[in-house]
């Protein structure tokens, strides 16, 4: 089955930093976009960051910019959501894609199903 999951999500303290795991399965990551999302309650879907596989190349959003990691591990099929200095809105559910043609929302054709981050102030 072709599917991604995420996991590493749940309670962490405000400040503290959790890493997030996007693992493929039923294919692989060889020269794609894979971003992450996050989805906090009544707000629309916030994009993070992505990586392009092949070269590793990475693209954040500003709104995340110097506090969030993308890494990716082509053996192991997953690439890595490092967050850092986590604060109370950064409680969300996080979600990774994956795209043939970029990194915006539109372009993602296959995602996961989310894993829930709750930050504790």
């Known amino acids: 089955e072709v599917q991604l999951v995420e996991s590493g999500g749940g309670l962490v303290q405000a400040g503290g930093s959790l890493r997030l795991s996007c693992v493929a399965s039923g294919f692989t990551f060889d020269n794609v976009a894979v971003a992450w999302f996050r989805q906090a309650p009544g707000k629309q879907r916030e994009s993070l960051g992505c990586i392009i596989t092949g070269d590793g190349m990475t693209h954040y959003a500003d709104s995340v910019q110097g506090r969030v990691t993308i890494s990716s591990d082509n053996a192991k099929n997953t690439v890595y959501l490092q967050m850092n200095n986590l604060q109370s809105e950064d409680t969300a559910v996080y979600y990774c894609?994956?795209?043939?043609?970029?990194?915006?929302?539109?372009?993602?054709?296959?995602w996961g199903k989310g894993t829930q981050v709750i930050v504790s102030s």
């Open positions: 894609g994956k795209g043939f043609h970029g990194c915006v929302e539109g372009l993602m054709d296959l």
